[in-house]
């Protein structure tokens, strides 16, 4: 019986996702992305077709992450990109440090790939 609603929830959240937002190649930022609800936030984005900026402390399990993004099935990409950039990329950021290292990190962020909708 509970599998039988966790695949009801998929189904319903796939729904929602597809006809809902367009997100088709919108950079995203996600804080905490190296578990939990952040990483699994990354992967959601990664297939509604969002490229990813993931951020958190923990480099080693960020680029995990990545290379997992990074090997899905590309969705369609939009008629006005060309972009042979990587679908996600790791920024080590710590979102309790000094506003220099932060803004730092967001900088790497930001040129990862030019924009953060």
Do not use: H, Y
């Not at 609603?5 to 995203?28: C, F, P, S």
């Not at 960020?62 to 972009?83: A, G, K, T, V």
């Not at 979102?95 to 790497?108: L, R, W, Y």
């Amino acid at each position: 019986r509970e599998r039988e609603r966790e695949r009801e929830r998929a189904t319903m959240a796939d729904q929602w996702r597809n006809t809902t937002l367009n997100l088709q190649d919108k950079v995203v930022l996600v804080t905490g992305a190296s578990s939990g609800i952040g990483r699994e936030f990354c992967l959601d984005l990664a297939k509604s077709g969002c490229r990813i900026i993931a951020a958190a402390r923990r480099t080693d399990r960020l680029n995990s992450l990545c290379n997992q993004i990074n090997s899905l099935p590309p969705p369609p990409p939009p008629p006005s990109s060309s972009s042979s950039s990587p679908r996600a990329v790791a920024v080590e950021l710590d979102v309790t440090a000094d506003g220099a290292t932060i803004d730092a990190s967001v900088q790497k962020a930001w040129e990862a790939f030019g924009r953060i909708e």
